[in-house]
């Protein structure tokens, strides 16, 4: 609640009360996504936005390590690729790949996924950008990366689509997203 630096070279600052922080953090959320005021493809490609949840599945998951290097029993409705087919992967979460439905592919075939112990896509190898590749903003005194961007895939943020489970139940899937 009280005005630090950044606050000082604002047009407006607005002391918020103890408490309230989060409630204003969500308002402000609201009116940047009924605004349109973020990056789509930052949200499809840093956040859980196009993974996808199966409501009416019982939450699955497995062990997964934690930044602490320990690790932890992780139980979610998000979509694994261990949901879909015997001996599958916990850390692979499941997106709907608008490239893959665009070129005729439907059900499991048009899904993708986020390998979390890699932090890598389906079919990328991304490597961190060098100083050489970013550019130097003498303002603030540091780089700014280039923008991350897809080679082949599309997750989508919007939709229900129709997965198969490995026990052969067909169940909806929609992004997280759709419950924003």
Not at 7 to 12: N, Q, S
Not at 95 to 113: F, H, I, M, Q
Not at 125 to 133: I, R
Request: aromatic content about 10%.
């Amino acid at each position: 609640p009280r005005e630090g630096g950044l606050g000082k070279e604002a047009d407006y600052w607005l002391q918020i009360r103890p408490g309230t922080d989060h409630a204003i953090a969500l308002a402000w959320e609201k009116i940047i996504i009924d605004q349109g005021l973020y990056s789509d493809l930052f949200v499809k490609r840093w956040t859980n936005a196009p993974m996808l949840v199966v409501e009416d599945m019982d939450p699955s998951g497995g062990y997964m390590i934690d930044n602490s290097g320990g690790g932890i029993n992780v139980k979610t409705k998000l979509l694994k690729e261990s949901d879909l087919v015997e001996g599958g992967s916990n850390n692979r979460f499941m997106v709907w790949d608008k490239t893959k439905e665009a070129a005729g592919r439907t059900g499991n075939d048009a899904l993708s996924y986020l390998d979390v112990d890699t932090t890598q896509w389906e079919g990328e190898n991304k490597v961190a950008p060098t100083l050489d590749e970013c550019e130097y903003l003498e303002k603030y005194e540091g780089y700014w990366p280039p923008e991350s961007t897809f080679d082949s895939i599309d997750p989508a943020l919007t939709g229900t689509y129709q997965v198969t489970l490995k026990d052969g139940s067909v169940h909806a899937a929609r992004p997280v997203w759709t419950y924003v």
